[in-house]
């Protein structure tokens, strides 16, 4: 199953960006898609997770502030982004994580936060 990142954009602090994530094939027996970002000079980090049966977690940094769901039925993830902060420039990934431990990533999209 391949992943398509889109979304991304140049946005003003406080402001809000939507990103999707369509993947080619069905979502449904993952056991968790994720969303992940890479700021310059800095590790991959954690942002958002959906488990198979729905449940959300967050990174202390984005809690209350972004929202991540899926649609099993279009074989999509999103990650509803509001209250922008600089320090929320990065590069944003998909990831859906498979049993037996293989996971696919999408090429990632740029999200860039004006001060």
């Known amino acids: 199953v391949q992943l398509q990142a889109s979304g991304g954009g140049l946005v003003q602090a406080g402001g809000s960006l939507r990103l999707s994530c369509a993947a080619s094939?069905?979502?449904?027996?993952?056991?968790?898609m994720g969303w992940f970002r890479q700021a310059p000079g800095k590790q991959r980090e954690l942002v958002a997770t959906i488990t198979s049966g729905g449940t959300r977690s967050y990174a202390d940094s984005v809690k209350g502030r972004f929202t991540i769901s899926k649609d099993n039925a279009k074989n999509t993830v999103t990650l509803e982004m509001n209250s922008l902060k600089p320090e929320d420039t990065a590069v944003y990934y998909c990831k859906a994580a498979w049993p037996r431990g293989s996971a696919s990533w999408g090429q990632g999209t740029l999200v860039t936060v004006s001060s």
């Open positions: 094939g069905s979502i449904f027996s993952s056991i968790y």
